[in-house]
């Protein structure tokens, strides 16, 4: 594009030139170009723009190819994250099997540390926990109604959780299982 672009300078400064020279020159009937140099200037035109064609195709070409690069990329390591956040969490829960005599005061201490190291690696990596309270309104978007019991609350609302739900940033990765209030 900017050999292209030095190109119509240089033509420009050429054409500038030739008529300064032309303007000094003494008035003489303008000539007639032949059709030989109409169409010797209509092919320059020509191979010029297949030119600019060519490598305006080659460019879409390249970008088109590294953007599907970058794709492939960010699909194939697009956990990376999460995962080396979990690798904490491993090795904790791997020290813990190697203890032979471990009392169950460490046992659960040890248990309640890596559950710290996982709830961290959620945070981090925007995991967040659906967990709706007793008497909140059902949200068919986050909760899935397991069963519907007999309660002293508004219908269709939340009795108790049976499992959590999760979601990854604003999308639904599970729902939260729950049992929710029958109509009065």
């Known amino acids: 594009m900017q050999d292209m672009e030095k190109q119509e300078a240089q033509n420009e400064q050429a054409a ?5 020279a032309a303007a000094d020159a003494p008035q003489a009937a303008p000539a007639e170009p032949t059709l030989e140099d109409k169409l010797a200037a209509a092919e320059a035109k020509a191979a010029e723009m297949q ?31 999460f995962a080396e956040s979990l690798l904490s969490v491993k090795d904790s829960l791997e020290m813990a099997l190697k203890i032979e005599n471990a009392s169950l005061e460490s046992l659960k201490e ?29 949200d068919p978007m986050k909760h899935q109604a397991v069963s519907a019991v007999p309660a002293e609350q508004d219908a269709n609302t939340v009795v108790a959780v049976l499992q959590k739900g999760y979601m990854i940033s604003d999308r639904l990765l599970r729902p939260a299982l729950v049992t929710v209030a029958q109509g009065k």
Request: hydrophobic residues 40%; proline residues 2%; without cysteine.
């Open 110 to 138: 040890g248990v309640d540390m890596t559950l710290k190291q996982l709830s961290s690696a959620f945070e981090k990596n925007k995991l967040q926990e659906v967990s709706p309270q007793t008497g909140e309104k059902l």
């Open 16 to 20: 500038a030139a030739a008529a300064e």
């Open 51 to 81: 030119d600019a064609f060519l490598r305006a195709r080659a460019e879409g070409e390249n970008i088109r190819r590294r953007a599907q690069d970058d794709i492939a990329k960010a699909h194939k390591f697009a956990i990376e994250g």
